[in-house]
């Protein structure tokens, strides 16, 4: 390492990059891809030690920092190995990322541990969540993540949680359920709409309605600024009944309130799906005269002309019913 | 404790030998996650368990009368917890702080997690809280202390446990307390 070229002023781009590693290994560099913000290489996995020596070794690359090192579950195709590799002296981070052979009954993976050995007990984690073998590795074996003689990769997609199948899991799922068409089930979920299997649950989130009652009655105010509303936070009574129906009726409002935000909402998204010819000339003009790239002032004459049709509008809904106040807080 | 688990004390000895015991419980924390920031908040000087005679930090566990197991518990640390426990002297009294430690909490699906540390060892008082406030473990000392000043010291050598107390099991809801 005493040669290192490697600077950060002249750090390699990911495509130089990927050029100096085919030239080097190839046929056993597959396809590139810029994933989650790092520049991730496909490596066949006969070229997986070989590739992390070149970059290791290699004067300008000099990717000495081993990061990470964990594996994906590909469902049908077995299983990923991703190797995350940091260069500190250019700055720059890779990941590689291969398939182990051997499919979903036995994937193996060569091990990383000759060329960086902070790769041992990464592959130790992948094998305890996996179960993929890292042929080179001094031992995988005991397990250290979970207990010795724990029975299953709790990590493949297929692991069985014990607990689900005698209790299933009692709350919406994530990222989210769908109905018999497919639609995705939204739920606003609301102070005590937790899922809960107990009585205590419901117990404690009755309390909790009635106690936040005049908290959301109060934030109501704030929204709805209407002049025929009869309900002021002093008039929640104090008993239990009185403060139930508070309760009850608040959520009736709330739901109309919902129902008139996303009616406005879907409005506004109707609006600004139509074509660019909401920008203030005006603006654009001027911001153009003053030197600002064509960009900036697009968006900023947009934001102008939003800006003028919300005060033309408020001007025209005055005295009306309702007003934008409220809404314009959560936009 | 040789004669002490043999013999029944007068009355009014065992008033004053329980009456020691229970204001000098030398604690022994076992933090494992979360709730073991509220535990050291509970022994900071806010909300200052030593007023209620609980020593927090003994130098070891056979220093320790009190066990505070606060935390998540997972299958890989249980038995260091239960060497713990065993490496205490008789009497010895342990408190279970928050869901985790209780019954697993927010990871009762989870693979590695232990659905309760009653599973490996017996607890004397559940705190209940995700995580619980210091006033909670509080209440739970109290609830010990009060167990230990009515306790015959023979009785408790010879069958070792009670049942436990679980904080707000029977009382009404404190929710709407105000604040
Ligand atoms: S009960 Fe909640 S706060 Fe306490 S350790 Fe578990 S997750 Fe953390």
Redesign the interface.
């Given at each position: 390492m005493s040669e290192v070229l490697a600077r950060r002023d002249r750090a390699l781009t990911p495509e130089e990059t990927e050029e100096l590693l085919r030239d080097r290994l190839g046929e056993q560099v597959g396809s590139s891809v810029q994933e989650y913000g790092v520049f991730t290489l496909w490596i066949h996995p006969d070229g997986w030690q070989e590739a992390a020596r070149v970059l290791a070794d290699e004067p300008l690359l000099a990717y000495d920092f081993f990061d990470s090192l964990f594996g994906i579950d590909a469902r049908e195709d077995g299983f990923d190995v991703v190797a995350v590799l940091y260069s500190t002296s250019t700055g720059n981070r890779i990941a590689l990322r291969t398939r182990c052979e051997g499919g979903r009954e036995a994937p193996s993976c060569p091990s990383l541990t000759d060329v960086y050995r902070g790769a041992n007990w990464m592959e130790r984690e992948a094998y305890d969540m996996f179960g993929i073998e890292f042929p080179g590795h001094p031992s995988v074996e005991p397990r250290i993540?979970?207990?010795e003689n724990?029975e299953?990769w709790?990590l493949r997609k297929d692991?069985h949680?014990?607990?689900?199948v005698a209790k299933p899991?009692p709350g919406v799922k994530e990222p989210a359920e769908l109905d018999e068409d497919g639609n995705v089930i939204e739920r606003e979920v609301r102070i005590g709409d937790a899922p809960g299997p107990y009585d205590l649950d419901k117990?404690?989130a009755d309390?909790?309605r009635?106690?936040n009652a005049p908290a959301i009655e109060e934030a109501e105010q704030d929204e709805d600024t209407s002049p025929d509303d009869p309900d002021t936070p002093a008039e929640v009574a104090t008993d239990a009944d009185a403060a139930a129906g508070a309760a009850a009726k608040a959520e009736d409002r709330r739901k109309a309130q919902a129902d008139a935000r996303a009616a406005k909402a879907a409005e506004r998204a109707g609006a600004d799906s139509e074509p660019a010819e909401d920008l203030d000339q005006e603006t654009y003009d001027q911001l153009i005269a003053e030197g600002k790239s064509e960009r900036i002032a697009r968006s900023k004459a947009k934001a102008a002309f939003i800006k003028k049709r919300r005060a033309q509008e408020r001007a025209e809904s005055e005295g009306g019913a309702d007003s934008d106040d409220g809404d314009e807080g959560d936009a | 404790m040789g004669l002490m688990d043999q013999v029944e004390l007068p009355q009014p000895v065992k008033y004053v030998f329980n009456w020691g015991r229970k204001y000098s419980l030398w604690c022994f924390n076992f933090g494992l996650a979360c709730c073991a920031i509220e535990f050291i908040a509970a022994s900071t000087s806010r909300h200052d368990f030593i007023r209620h005679g609980v020593i927090p930090f003994a130098h070891g566990p056979r220093q320790a009368d009190l066990l505070v197991v606060s935390g998540t518990l997972t299958?890989?640390m249980a038995p260091a917890v239960k060497r713990l426990y065993e490496e205490m002297p008789e009497p010895k009294y342990v408190i279970s702080f928050g869901s985790c430690s209780n019954c697993?909490g927010p990871y009762?699906?989870?693979?590695?997690v232990t659905?309760g540390v009653d599973q490996i060892i017996p607890v004397d008082v559940y705190v209940p809280g995700c995580p619980p406030r210091p006033e909670a473990l509080l209440d739970g000392i109290i609830a010990l202390q009060d167990r230990i000043q009515n306790e015959s010291l023979k009785d408790r050598m010879a069958d070792r446990r009670k049942d436990p107390i679980t904080l707000g099991a029977d009382a009404p809801?404190a929710?709407?307390s105000s604040s």
């Open positions: 993540l979970t207990i724990f299953g709790p692991f949680l014990a607990s689900r899991w117990a404690m309390q909790a009635q106690r | 299958d890989k697993g009762w699906d989870s693979y590695s659905k809801l929710l709407g």
